[in-house]
């Protein structure tokens, strides 16, 4: 799960575990302690290195506060390198022009188009112009419009929980007027949500899948997201109506009050209807432009933070909204997210220090035989298996952590980009279907207003179980 994607909720979250109710002290100190120890002892190549990387691992998956995980793995890795002064300011001078610091920024600059998103009215739009658009047609219709536009939002903005806070409010009243339950809603929010977030062009978890797999958006969309988007369509069908019936029999509708229209208020400033209208074209247009030079030039890493500064630039444009206002919302989303864009550098300086170590190199001295005499297919899919036991909050580190220490042995098997696409998407987002209940599940239920979680780990291990016969196929077809 990546950060912008979890926990949205209309509840308020249990804030995040200090460090000293986790296991992390108890693993940190002698993990250090070891660290110093083996640095003032040990020369690179050593498997040693690999220590920072495990730590990390660890403390995530414990509890640990993600900035701080990744400060203590940091931590670990100075003490095992202890390079000298010019050698530490060279890696810390390279982290700031480093892919993965670079990543970090591309959320900010996707947070703060979101925000002039909300502001102009766009986003709201966006709902509502999907759902007028299947008016009278039925339940089924309205559930996959539903979908469509939480898909929507959610591909536009690069996050699953801002999407569908303000996706929310316009879904429920429809929702409950046309009998669904508020199960059912979630449902559909869910899988309509996911699927935008992994078909999502400036999202930061799938500009590290594209990074690392050194593949273009079209090989990402043809193998990777393509794939799970539709499979999550044509099982909705089957899906939501199970849901509603079960649901429907325990009566889990919304109460009358909550049938009436939500009428939208914006803040100060709001643009007019007919600015509003204008905004989404020059939105939309813009962003296929964006995404169509991208998929036709291949363009990279950096691509992202001239397109998202545009697309804020022109939406407030086309909307009038006045110089202050536009950049007072650019600043107000990108200051939410200034805190990955820390962990972010410090990630990149912990695989930089890390690389000073050169534990990849003993691992394929040591392992190079039988690694190559390793098929493929097996290697791939146990990667990607490891997408049940992700780092949790942090899609983007957890696909570039994979990179960094599977990509070399992959490389060495002949695992070519479209292969490690999947892979990479697999391993990243498989958690958010399950097997377990996870913070994205729980934000779609408290946006929905629903309260009973069976159903939304059913959906998610509907998708699961064929997701994972999709990708086995693709992958042996590949390689």
């Known amino acids: 799960m990546s950060a912008t994607d979890a926990g949205a909720r209309t509840r308020q979250a249990k804030p995040a575990r200090p460090l000293h ?16 120890t083996v640095g003032v002892s040990t020369d690179a190549p050593t498997l040693w290195g690999l220590l920072p990387v495990v730590l990390y691992a660890v403390l995530a998956l414990t509890g640990a506060d993600l900035a701080v995980a990744t400060a203590v793995a940091l931590l670990s890795a100075v003490l095992l390198a202890l390079p000298a002064p010019g050698t530490a300011a060279d890696v810390l001078g390279g982290t700031l022009a480093d892919p993965v610091t670079l990543i970090g920024l591309i959320i900010v600059f996707g947070a703060a188009v979101g925000e002039v998103l909300r502001v102009t009215g766009v986003a709201d739009a966006l709902v509502r112009g999907i759902l007028r658009a299947v008016e009278g047609r039925g339940t089924t219709a309205l559930t996959y419009a539903m979908m469509c536009a939480c898909a929507v939002l959610v591909a536009g903005l690069g996050t699953l929980a801002g999407a569908l806070a303000i996706a929310a409010p316009l879904l429920i009243p429809v929702a409950a007027r046309a009998g669904l339950t508020r199960s059912t809603t979630a449902v559909t929010m869910f899988l309509g949500g996911c699927a935008g977030l992994a078909l999502a062009p400036f999202a930061g978890s799938n500009i590290a899948i594209m990074q690392t797999a050194d593949a273009g958006y079209l090989t990402y969309l043809a193998v990777g997201a393509g ?25 889990d509708f919304y109460r009358p009050e909550e049938v009436t229209r939500d009428e939208h208020t914006g803040p100060a400033g709001t643009p007019s209807d007919a600015r509003t209208r204008r905004a989404t074209r020059a939105f939309l247009l813009t962003l296929a432009v964006t995404v169509v030079y991208a998929a036709a030039t291949r363009a990279g890493t950096v691509f992202p933070l001239l397109a998202l500064p545009l697309l804020a630039l022109v939406t407030a444009a086309a909307a009038g909204l006045s110089p202050a206002l536009a950049a007072r919302a650019a600043l107000t989303g990108a200051r939410r997210m200034l805190p990955m864009l820390l962990l972010f550098w410090m990630l990149a300086a912990l695989f930089g220090f ?42 983007a580190a957890q696909v570039i952590l994979i ?43 408290g946006l929905a207003r629903a309260e009973r979680l069976p159903y939304l780990l059913g959906a998610g291990w509907a998708l699961l179980v064929p997701a994972c016969a999709l990708y086995a196929v693709l992958l042996d077809v590949i390689l």
């Open 21 to 36: 109710r986790t296991p992390a002290p108890y693993l940190a100190v002698p993990a250090l302690a070891v660290s110093v």
């Open 227 to 251: 794939p799970l988007a539709l499979l999550s369509l044509l099982l909705a069908a089957v899906v939501v109506p199970w849901v509603q019936r079960r649901s429907a029999a325990r009566g």
């Open 354 to 395: 890390v690389d000073l170590l050169r534990p990849y190199d003993v691992v394929l001295e040591s392992l190079g035989p039988d690694l190559r005499a390793m098929a493929a297919l097996p290697f791939a899919l146990a990667v990607a298996a490891l997408g049940w036991v992700g780092v949790p909050g942090a899609t």
């Open 403 to 445: 990179g960094e220490v599977f990509g070399p042995i992959g490389d060495e098997l002949g695992i070519g980009p479209a292969a490690w696409v999947i892979v990479l998407l697999w391993a990243s987002k498989a958690d958010t279907y399950g097997p377990l209940p996870n913070a994205n599940m729980v934000g779609a239920m």
